[in-house]
C-alpha cells in the first residue's frame, strides 16, 4: 500500500526555523557580497562585480534584456556559479542540522523541494521560493542584473515569512 505524502501548510519545530533561518544566511551573504544590500531591500549596483561578454553580436542582441549600461556600452550581469555555490553551502547546513537527508551530488533538491518539505506544499512561502528560482535561473550560466534584483526581494520576502514563523514561538 503507498503512503500519501502529507501535503497542506506545516509549522515547523522552533529547531528546524533556525537551522533554515541560519543556513538561509549563506544565501543573503551571496547577494550582499554581490553589491545588494540586505538593509534597503535595493542593490548597489556600481558595487556589484561585472561581466562583460566580449561578443558585440550578444550585446547588441540581449543587452536591453540584461541591463544595458548605457554609460560603458556593456551588459551587466552575474555569474550563476555564485549562486550554487551559495545554494550548495545553504544544503549542506541543512544536512548538518539534519533538516534533510544526505543527497547525491546529482540528485540536489531544488529549494523548493526543500521549502516544501519543511513548510508543506501549500504555506505561503513556497510562491517566493518559485519566483526566486526562477530569477536565478539565468541564460548561458550568467544571470541579468533585473533578475537579480527580483531575486533578492524575493529572498527578502522568504527571510521575512521565516522571521513570522520564529515570532509564533517567541509569543508562546
Known sequence: MLVKEQ????????????????????????????GFSSGKGEAFQEEAPK???????????????????????????FQREHIEVAIDVFLSRLVQERVIKKYKRKQQPSLEDIFEHVFGENHEIIKPVQIFEEHIEGYFDLIGYEDMEL?????????????????????K
Open 151 to 171: 531575486a533578492f526581494g524575493e529572498l527578502a520576502d522568504i527571510r521575512r515569512i521565516i522571521d513570522k514563523e520564529l515570532d509564533q514561538y517567541a509569543v
Open 51 to 77: 561581466v562583460q561578454p566580449e561578443n558585440k553580436e550578444y550585446d547588441e542582441t540581449y543587452g536591453d534584456e540584461y541591463g544595458a549600461d548605457e554609460g560603458n556600452g556593456g551588459v551587466e550581469v
Open 7 to 34: 501535503t497542506g501548510v506545516r509549522h515547523p519545530r522552533k529547531e528546524v526555523l533556525e537551522a533554515v533561518s541560519g543556513a538561509l544566511e549563506e544565501i543573503e551573504a551571496s547577494f550582499e557580497m554581490m
